[in-house]
């Protein structure tokens, strides 16, 4: 039986976990996991891999969870080696309207003008979650897949 070719995105910045499977573009699946990213993201692969051809890997590269990123990084880094699949990332605020993102305490990631800074933010009614889009716009993404990092790593 011919497994269905599909497109992978994955968006780990904070908790929930998103894991959006693509058929010609359309959402055809999703995965919203609160596990941490270490301990569900390898459950929810093998799953996509058993069930799916991959053709193609996609991820919301930073701001964020600092550690969420560098495993999201290297698993689907391994992925892509592995299984001779390409990646692509781009930056969260593409799947949060381009509202602030969490760093720490009352401090938010913000991008204006395409750059990114962290500042203190009192009104958190302006933050908006993480979602998957229903069509995948792949322009948005590039092959600079590193980890997008603001702040020094902890």
Do not use: Q
């Not at 509202?99 to 395409?114: C, H």
């Amino acid at each position: 039986m011919t497994k269905t070719s599909v497109d992978i995105l994955v968006i780990s910045l904070g908790s929930p976990l998103l894991v959006g499977v693509y058929h010609d573009n359309s959402l055809l699946e999703s995965f919203v996991k609160d596990e941490k990213t270490s301990d569900i993201l390898p459950v929810v692969f093998e799953e996509l891999l058993k069930k799916y051809e991959i053709k193609n890997l996609f991820y919301a590269k930073g701001p964020g969870s600092f550690m969420a990123i560098k495993i999201t990084y290297i698993f689907l880094r391994t992925i892509s080696i592995t299984n001779n699949i390409p990646i692509f990332a781009t930056d969260g605020f593409s799947f949060n309207e381009n509202s602030p993102i969490k760093a720490v305490g009352s401090r938010f990631f913000m991008k204006k003008n395409d750059n990114i800074t962290v500042e203190n933010l009192k009104d958190i009614t302006k933050v908006k979650s993480f979602k998957l889009p229903t069509i995948l716009d792949k322009t948005i993404f590039s092959a600079e897949i590193e980890p997008l990092y603001v702040l020094p790593a902890v």
